[in-house]
């Protein structure tokens, strides 16, 4: 599939609107934007594996980016080592002997045939399994989360460099994914929904609450950068020199620089992950998954496995998904656990796929860039449109304070109108599958 | 999961002062302590929470019982109606109307149920009913619920910001902890909150009057038909708007009771509302989606397992096991995992009985 | 000749925009009369009863009913005007009560419902007797009952029933054609779809043998018995 005419006019629109808020606004807001916008973009693809290649209903998208970004503290942080000597080992140990627990119960549920013996048996591996646990991991944890809690109080990571996170970050949403599959794929599609949207505020709870783990609502910051420092840049006689001959002064040209270089980076992943979806979308394994979802009776009716496809690409989209949030968590800097709302981090990546157009790849990256851009410029817009409306109004009216006190809220309204209006009038979106 | 180890001191429970000639009698003391002590932290918040969510799940269970769609925007409905009936609230509080012991919320929720009645029914005109037309797919209604779900929220916080608001007036207690302990010469006290009983009781007029409808009345009926059999209701010339019309303004109604219930048990903030979507569906599905008792079971299975599981039962312990002095607070994992809870049994169920508990439809 | 009660005329037709099912066919019942329609799996046979109900897309032909012509109605139109339908499948509302099953026959009616009711009773017995049970509690038998019995709530002119005794057993078969016969006798005119054609023929008073989609054989129910060629063909000798 190549792209239309028509679709590389909407593209080129989009680069326009951010290049325009260069020119009017900054370099570094429209950079800003581009970079979350490409990282919004690789979201986008990966819930469109799921619902636009095979129609599986993720509404957990949250919990897996969260994932990602906890890849980034385990891999990119030096690691606490008062805190491995204080707990380290033993709290990996009890999280093997929980983990033993459940496959114990898995295990004798699938062994010890049906009958009376067989829920007890169950219940009583999982009561002392997790007491066991409880007992193991307790003190560990307490003793971990005693080592200089206002500087850390966790494990720390690996210290290694932390473009390795990303497919770690992959790996991690994908092992959960495979879990929940494995778990709610095979029944109805809002069932999945439910399960994911559950297990999406477990994870956040998790990252919110294990402080050994990632600090909780204390945040990890200062997440080694796979770029420069722009203070490096500053310091750098050959940086400095360079950009004042091109007439440019030497603070703004290294922000610019950074972004730049991230934005390269994510480019590079982007068009990889594009070039590599597109070639699964054309292949014998595309056109099945393709199959599956158009008519899931006559694919099983073949022959097809239904529910290891969908596992299949239900992993696979979910991995995707890791990698943006490693990817995001990259660029702040840093994890902070209770920035993650479901309404932005689940449900805007949806907006984007559906307004992109479900089932095209192009379309699910269009749809990033262009819902990120416009999540971004519609607050601004909405406070100067809230602003003129009420000019006329005299100041201290109830409702011109209100109203320029709410502005901020007119983001939500309008991704749900936006939603709305495509699903009603175009509800193949903007790149329609072909 | 780690607050047992967070609070390591082992407070000296009756056993230090009895020591071990403790009596028979104030063995059995003990055991009311422990009951009293239950009651008060678990049995009460657990009913008042799985009343609040019986009424939430009974709106969903019925939009996909007729309109054969799960609506994502449910938790937002609630948080509309919520908001509605306390800006009714405020303004009868402007002026001087009180409700005396009860609160003046109670006078605002017929208009809030109106106000929110006619934003569903717009709704379902504008939105909603394109896609029954078109007989679209139900994961296709999902999604549309899930730009409604936006929009809902998107209006809630333009009107009423997202911070909390706290709108319950009258008596907080019906007896407060130290009229009891002074009543019963316990060590427990066990505080009634008003707003407690009071979801209780509107939770059971509300259901009884819901179960009334539904299998009295020729409407009512009609709704049950047409759930059951849609192809046939028309053969017997039900007319499908009507019935469509009638659910969206008893799930209205119900939606805006259980927001209203909870904001005054708790306290009303936008985002909780969005955030009680899981249990509430959790509750739906183990009662089996499309049945209303399964519903109102389900509610309270989410509810009960809830509070026990994260309630901490040092206090409880301590009066059972009076030689035991437990190192932390016995808890089997911290309030912040309350939706581990809804999950996992919401799992087990999916896994075990994927029609729920009383055999929804598992369409 | 005046026309019968209920005709399907030369109707042409099929599903949506799909290849037509119908080609020209003629279906039609007189007041208090039975007509049964037989023929082989596939013939259209359910298709043309379905036609005549209005849930097909006629491209030509017409239906009338009582000299009126009712073609451009929808099916709920038709119920109205006196038409009832027993689908074959899901025709009952399983959680309802018999009773509420009843009932909501009756939904379109002000009146008071309490004679009809009293008469399915006497028809169907046993439904009486069970009618605070769940029709999805009822046997086979029973449930076919409870579906005749909501489509006679209405007080229809024209009761149409597709494949009424299928997977019911033989002794239920022969009673339900009895209570049919005593449902036509009461002047309300029977159009159905039979599998077991012999059985269904012997009370017919038209009888229609369809295959592909045509009228093959129409005759009254006693010669298209005695037909030898249609005996041969779809009579099994």
């Known amino acids: 599939m190549t792209l239309k005419p028509r679709d590389m006019t909407l593209f080129l629109v989009v680069f326009a609107l951010i290049a325009a808020t260069g020119f009017l606004q900054s370099w570094n807001v429209a950079l800003g934007i581009l970079n979350m916008g490409l990282v919004s973009a690789i979201m986008a693809l990966g819930v469109n594996m799921q619902w636009g290649y095979a129609g599986l209903f993720n509404i957990g998208v949250m919990g897996f980016l969260a994932l990602g970004g906890l890849s980034t503290v385990i891999i990119s942080k030096p690691p606490v080592v008062e805190a491995w000597d204080a707990g380290g080992s033993r709290v990996i140990f009890a999280l093997l002997v929980g983990t033993a627990a459940i496959v114990a119960a898995i295990l004798a549920w699938k062994r010890i045939p049906a009958g009376k013996a067989r829920a007890p048996a169950l219940v009583a591996i999982l009561v002392v399994g997790f007491f066991v646990y409880r007992w193991l991991f307790d003190p560990a944890v307490a003793a971990i989360e005693a080592v200089s809690p206002a500087r850390a109080g966790n494990l720390g990571g690996l210290g290694l460099p932390v473009l390795v996170a990303w497919p770690v970050g992959a790996l991690l949403a994908a092992g959960a994914a495979w879990v929940v599959g494995k778990t709610a794929l095979g029944l109805r599609s809002d069932y999945l929904a439910i399960a994911t949207l559950g297990i999406s505020e477990i994870i956040i709870a998790v990252l919110k609450n294990e402080d050994w783990l990632s600090r909780g609502v204390k945040n990890v910051s200062g997440i080694p950068r796979p770029v420069p420092y722009e203070i490096d840049l500053q310091n750098s006689e050959r940086f400095v020199e360079r950009v004042s001959g091109f007439g440019f002064d030497p603070v703004t040209a290294s922000t610019i620089t950074v972004k730049l270089a991230y934005a390269g980076l994510f480019l590079a992943v982007l068009l990889l992950l594009l070039w590599l979806a597109q070639a699964a979308l054309n292949s014998p394994w595309g056109r099945m998954m393709r199959a599956i979802r158009d008519n899931e009776v006559a694919a099983e009716a073949m022959g097809k496995d239904v529910t290891a496809r969908h596992l299949q690409v239900f992993v696979l989209g979910s991995a995707v998904c890791g990698l943006a949030g490693a990817m995001m968590t990259t660029l702040d800097g840093q994890l902070t656990p209770s920035s993650y709302q479901p309404l932005r981090f689940t449900f805007l990546i949806w907006v984007m796929v559906i307004v992109g157009g479900s089932g095209n790849n192009f379309g699910a990256v269009l749809g990033g860039m262009l819902i990120w851009y416009l999540w971004v410029m519609v607050e601004p817009l909405g406070v100067a449109l809230i602003g003129g409306i009420t000019a006329g109004m005299p100041d201290g009216f109830w409702l011109k304070e209100h109203l320029l006190e709410t502005a901020a809220h007119m983001r939500l309204l309008t991704m749900g109108l936006i939603l709305l209006l495509v699903l009603r009038f175009s509800p193949r979106g903007l790149i329609p599958e072909r | 999961m780690l607050v047992a180890t967070r609070a390591p001191f082992g407070v000296a429970s009756g056993s230090c002062w009895f020591g071990f000639h403790l009596s028979r009698q104030e063995g059995s003391l003990d055991l009311l302590n422990a009951i009293v002590a239950f009651a008060n932290f678990v049995m009460l918040p657990a009913v008042a929470y799985g009343s609040q969510l019986a009424l939430g799940a009974l709106g969903v269970t019925m939009i996909y019982g007729i309109l054969r769609f799960s609506n994502f925007a449910h938790g937002d409905t609630m948080a509309f109606g919520a908001m509605a009936t306390i800006l009714g609230t405020w303004w009868l509080q402007a002026m001087g109307v009180s409700l005396g012991p009860f609160p003046t919320a109670l006078l605002a929720l017929p208009a809030g149920i109106a106000a929110t009645a006619v934003l569903v029914l717009i709704t379902d005109r504008l939105v909603y009913r394109f896609y029954r037309e078109q007989k679209s797919a139900p994961v296709i209604l999902v999604i549309v619920s899930m730009g409604v779900m936006f929009v809902t929220n998107g209006l809630v916080r333009f009107v009423i910001g997202v911070d909390e608001q706290r709108f319950a007036d009258g008596a907080r207690f019906i007896i407060t902890a130290r009229e009891f302990k002074e009543l019963t010469g316990l060590k427990e006290g066990l505080a009634i909150k008003s707003t407690a009983m009071l979801t209780v009781v509107v939770a059971i007029i509300v259901v009884a009057l819901l179960f009334w409808f539904l299998n009295r009345t020729r409407t009512g009926k009609s709704m049950r038909a047409f759930s059951d059999n849609e192809d046939l209701a028309l053969l017997s010339g039900i007319n499908p708007e009507r019935v469509v019309m009638m659910t969206w303004i008893m799930v209205a109604a119900l939606a805006t009771i259980a927001g209203v219930l909870y904001g005054l048990d708790k306290s009303f903030k936008p985002f909780n509302y969005f955030q009680l979507l899981l249990p509430i569906f959790a509750s739906a599905i183990v009662g089996g989606l499309g049945n209303p008792i399964g519903a109102i079971a389900g509610g309270f299975v989410i509810a009960f397992s809830e509070v026990t599981i994260t309630y901490a039962f040092k206090k409880v312990a301590g009066y059972l096991i009076p030689a035991w002095e437990p190192q932390g607070l016995v808890q089997l994992l911290s309030t912040d995992y309350k939706f581990a809870v809804s999950f996992a049994i919401l799992i087990v169920v999916l896994l075990f009985r994927p029609t729920g508990l009383f055999r929804g439809k598992a369409l | ?237």
Request: proline share 4%; glycine share 12%; charged share 20%.
């Open chain 3, 1 to 237: 000749m005046s026309d019968p009660f209920l005709i399907g005329d030369s109707l042409s037709g099929g599903y949506g925009r799909g290849v037509d099912i119908l080609h020209s066919c003629t279906i039609s019942v007189n007041e208090g009369e039975i007509a049964v329609i037989v023929g082989p799996n596939g013939a259209g046979k359910s298709t043309a009863m379905k036609a005549v109900f209005g849930m097909l897309d006629l491209h030509e032909g017409s239906v009338r009913l009582g000299g009126e012509d009712i073609s451009h109605l929808s099916p709920q139109d038709r119920v109205a005007m006196g038409m009832a339908f027993v689908p074959q499948n899901s025709n009952t509302f399983t959680s309802l009560t018999v009773e509420e099953n009843l009932e909501m026959g009756a939904f379109l009616r002000r009146d008071d419902i309490s004679g009809t009711m009293a008469q399915v009773y006497e028809l169907f017995p046993v439904l009486q007797e069970k009618r605070r049970q769940t029709a999805g509690e009822l046997s086979g038998g029973q449930r076919q009952q409870v579906a005749v019995g909501r489509a006679l709530m209405t007080r229809p002119r024209v009761l149409m029933l597709d494949e009424p005794t299928a997977g019911v057993s033989p002794v239920v078969m022969d009673e339900l054609f009895d209570r049919i016969v005593e449902v036509a006798r009461s002047g309300i005119s029977i159009l159905m779809v039979e599998q077991n054609a012999r059985q269904a023929l012997e009370i017919a008073d038209r009888g229609y043998v369809m295959v592909q989609g045509r009228n093959a054989f129409t005759d009254t129910g006693a010669a298209l018995l005695a037909d030898p060629e249609v005996r041969r063909s779809f009579l099994g000798g």
